[in-house]
Structure formats: structure tokens, C-alpha cells
């Protein structure tokens, strides 16, 4: 059973996201919050743990996987290029439940493209998953803590039942809102592509942009 770390009389919010850092650094695979639903967070950069990430899923190697990093500056590292309009897009909707994609830089693993290329990436508006990505200091991995074609989980017991037996921890930081995932919206093209609307609809978007 995956170790459960909640905040209370013996863990303090430090405890609890500094432990989560430290399994995923060691190459483990955690569920945690987000705005959205619970994700499935492993080392972006450990193409191990990523393949782990498949495994858990029962997830094809054709879908890509989304990232969280801890702040704008971050995105550099990981994009050939920031158009101006997701320059536009970041200064509106991060942090928050918008995950922009962008060209790939060549240091990003072609598992987390599928092979496209291309990389989605996001700024969680959630407190413990930016918490735990600034101890980390490295990407991370941001695919819903599900099987592959079950409902997403916005309780911690929900992970459990589902991939708990597959995974080394649950950060249970309370219920998630759900309803609906990030927006994915791709700046790689012209007019520039919403390919999913989630919490962000597409009429607020084009308030921003021209789509």
C-alpha cells in the first residue's frame, strides 16, 4: 500500500511536501491535488519514472503527458520558442487550469511527446502541488491519478482504490474541485488550436487571443 502523508498532529505541511519531493527525487510516483483533479506526479526528467507512469495508467505510449513546473521562468529550459501569444496566455491564466503547448525542446523526453514534438505545460494554481514542485526544483509529470479510461479522482480514497496498490504515496491534501480538467490549448500553430476546453472555456480565452 502506497505511504498516505496528510497534514496534521505529526506531519506539518513542510514534513508532508519536503517527503513528497524526496520520493520523487529518489525516482517514486506520488498522487497529488491540483486545481483540477488529482495527478499522477513522477520526475520529468527520469525516463524511468515515466515509463513508470504508463505502467500505472495502462496508458499508451501514443498519448503525451503534460507537465507542472513551479513558475514561468521554468518553461525555458523545456520550449524552443514562447510565442507571443502564449506570452499573453501566461500572463493571463497562470497559475491556473491552462496548459499551453509548446515546440519541445530537444531535452525533453520524446515518452512525454509521444513523439510529436510538441510539450503541454502548466503553472498549478494549487498550493501543495507548487509546494511540492519548488522543493523539487524539476518538472512534473501532471496526467490524472486514473486507469486509463476510469473516472478521475478528486479524493484521495478515490487514488487509493483505483492505483494504490501501484504507486508509493498519496499526498492527501483534502478533495479537489474536478468538474472538468486544464484547458489545453496549443501555440505551436496559426490561428492557435483549443484542443480541449476544460475550466477555462474557450469565450474567455478569446478575450486574450484570437483563436
Not at 503525451?64 to 501566461?90: C, E, F, H, R, W
Not at 509546494?131 to 484521495?156: D, M, V, W
Amino acid at each position: 500500500m502506497p505511504e498516505i502523508l496528510k497534514i496534521g498532529d505529526k506531519n506539518s505541511e513542510e514534513i508532508v511536501l519536503t517527503r513528497a519531493a524526496e520520493i520523487i527525487a529518489h525516482g517514486g510516483i506520488i498522487a497529488y491535488p491540483t486545481e483540477t483533479f488529482y495527478g499522477l506526479g513522477a520526475d520529468a526528467t527520469n525516463e524511468k519514472a515515466i515509463q513508470k507512469i504508463f505502467a500505472i495508467k495502462g496508458r499508451n505510449f501514443k498519448n503525451p503527458i503534460s507537465l507542472i513546473i513551479g513558475q514561468t521562468d521554468n518553461i525555458y529550459p523545456l520550449v524552443q520558442d514562447v510565442p507571443q501569444t502564449a506570452q499573453k496566455l501566461m500572463t493571463a491564466f497562470w497559475p491556473g487550469a491552462l496548459t499551453i503547448v509548446f515546440l519541445a525542446a530537444n531535452n525533453v523526453s520524446p515518452l512525454l511527446t509521444a513523439g510529436s514534438g510538441k510539450i503541454g505545460l502548466r503553472v498549478s494554481s494549487h498550493p501543495g502541488a507548487r509546494g511540492i514542485i519548488q522543493r523539487l526544483k524539476r518538472p512534473l509529470t501532471a496526467t490524472s491519478a486514473n486507469l486509463t479510461g476510469a473516472p478521475e479522482c478528486t479524493r484521495a480514497s478515490e487514488v487509493a482504490e483505483q492505483i494504490g496498490d501501484k504507486i508509493d504515496a498519496i499526498i492527501d491534501l483534502g478533495n479537489t474541485p474536478g468538474t472538468k480538467g486544464s484547458t489545453i490549448v496549443d501555440v505551436t500553430c496559426t490561428p492557435v488550436a483549443i484542443l480541449r476546453e476544460g475550466a477555462i472555456s474557450r469565450k474567455i480565452i478569446e478575450k486574450y487571443i484570437d483563436i
